[in-house]
């Protein structure tokens, strides 16, 4: 092991004197990014240049003869297309390692249709829809990670895909097939730091233990196509405030697959009863409905409240992209971007302005999406544009108007023993108001 495990090294030149690469060599350099081999080089030993997880250019001159095994196990950022002798297929034989990709996208390395690694740096990542599996440990140790979106194409995920990624935060599922025979969610590692888990509108099925112990989850969406929620898929989840859930028809849930019943369901207006009688869904201390707000014409529906604006916008047949763009005063506040799938792809905000966008996903409404931008300001009139666009990023179609938001209505005023308590009605809710700090009914801060 001549320079195993140097943490300096970034590139190698081996001279002309040189006729053999011993075992381990370079073992575990993990700043060497390139190495030029002379043609006086005949061998290299086992594990010569394996764990250099930086490492993206080396040529083999023809003059290699021998190559020991796993030579260049684990550099998992090396491209394939580096072999100048053609006695050495890299496809046939075991010298490689296996850790051969062809593909870096989004900070993600992938061979043919399957994610093999992320890189280390990599914080948001939306996971192309060409990808059918995910590795084990594919994420393991990404510690920079803290958005993830997986689509309904993936059908396979390994085990500790996420060990270790303790920053992750947010996360957008769509995968409608798979299952996790063991019980675990793929997010275990992570599910104290989870703040945000939006499902995306085509999962039908939502997995056993999928957040299972997600203590700091506040909010979940069921989308309207789900049939079933899995045995333990949201127990443990002990700050769960609000369950909103879109479908119509109470799908198949067991008791387990809840253990905050103190949180709000919020369910659609057409089928309250139903839920009410469900034996589980009745569980729940408080029950309101939302309407399905379905969008029958080409029209825009706007509903502002007083912070916040609800959106529903009619979608095109042959668009790409939808570009929602707010402004106050001229000036624009934010600019939000989605795909013809509804999954939202982009959001800015002015400088100084500030959002919370945990839902990543457009809700599907009759034929069109729904989407709220919260961190308005309240009694403000704002303009908004929506901008359709095809695969040529030609404009198809636009829609344009403004909204004013609503004031904060006071209802009373409480003295307590603890500080002067406000009573707010927002948006239907009744708010506690105390020291400046915003309360539920419950007394659940928010």
């Known amino acids: 092991m001549v320079f195993g495990s140097c943490d300096s ?3 190698i030149t081996i001279p002309n004197s040189v006729t053999s690469i011993g075992e ?3 073992y575990g350099c993990n700043t060497l990014t390139s ?6 080089v005949t061998s290299i030993g086992e594990l010569a240049f394996a764990v250099c997880p930086t490492l993206t250019s080396i040529t ?3 003059s290699v003869t021998s190559i020991g095994e796993r030579a260049l196990s684990e550099c998992y950022f090396l491209k394939t297309n580096f072999i100048n002798n053609s006695s050495l297929n890299a496809e046939e034989n075991n010298y490689w390692g296996a850790t051969f990709v062809d593909q870096d996208i989004d900070g993600l390395l992938i061979r043919n249709d399957t994610v093999i690694k992320c890189r280390r740096l990599a914080s948001s990542i939306t996971i192309p829809n060409t990808i059918t599996r995910i590795e084990d440990v594919a994420f393991a140790y990404c510690g920079n990670l803290t958005f993830i979106s997986i689509p309904n194409s993936v059908k396979s995920i390994g085990d500790d895909v996420f060990l270790g990624a303790r920053s992750l935060t947010s996360i957008v599922w769509d995968v409608t097939e798979w299952s996790n025979p063991n019980s675990n969610s793929p997010f275990s590692d992570s599910k104290t730091s989870i703040t945000s888990f939006t499902f995306g509108n085509h999962v039908k099925h939502i997995p056993s233990y999928i957040c299972y112990e997600m203590e700091n989850l506040p909010m979940v969406n069921i989308p309207n196509a789900t049939k079933s929620i899995g045995e333990n898929a949201f127990a443990g989840c002990s700050k769960l405030q609000e369950v909103y859930c879109y479908a119509v028809e109470p799908p198949t849930v067991y008791e387990s697959s809840f253990s905050q019943y103190n949180a709000f369901l919020y369910i659609p207006c057409e089928n309250k009863k139903a839920y009410m009688l469900d034996e589980v869904f009745g569980n729940f201390k408080y029950i309101e409905c939302i309407s399905s707000d379905e969008v029958k014409t080409n029209d825009v529906v706007i509903t502002p409240t007083t912070n916040d604006v609800t959106i529903i916008w009619p979608t095109e047949g042959n668009a790409d992209s939808y570009t929602i ?3 106050k005063d001229d000036e624009v506040f934010c600019t939000l971007t989605f795909n013809a799938d509804g999954q939202l792809l982009n959001i800015a905000f ?3 302005r500030d959002g919370n966008h945990p839902v990543q996903y457009a809700e599907q409404a009759g034929n069109g999406y729904r989407f709220t931008v919260t961190g308005l300001e309240e009694a403000t009139t704002y ?3 929506i901008i359709i666009k095809d695969v040529a990023n030609k404009i198809i179609k636009s829609h344009s108007g403004e909204f004013t938001t609503q004031s904060i209505t006071a209802v009373d005023n409480i003295q307590s023993s603890i500080g002067n308590t406000h009573k707010l009605l927002r948006d239907g809710q009744l708010i506690l108001l105390r020291d400046g700090v915003e309360y539920t009914i419950m007394g659940q801060e928010l």
């Open 60 to 62: 083999i001159p023809n």
């Open 325 to 327: 763009v707010i402004k």
């Open 9 to 11: 090294l970034t590139s």
């Open 383 to 385: 303009t908004y544009e």
């Open 24 to 26: 381990q060599a370079f």
């Open 350 to 352: 002015a400088p100084g």
């Open 35 to 40: 190495i030029t081999i002379p043609n006086s």
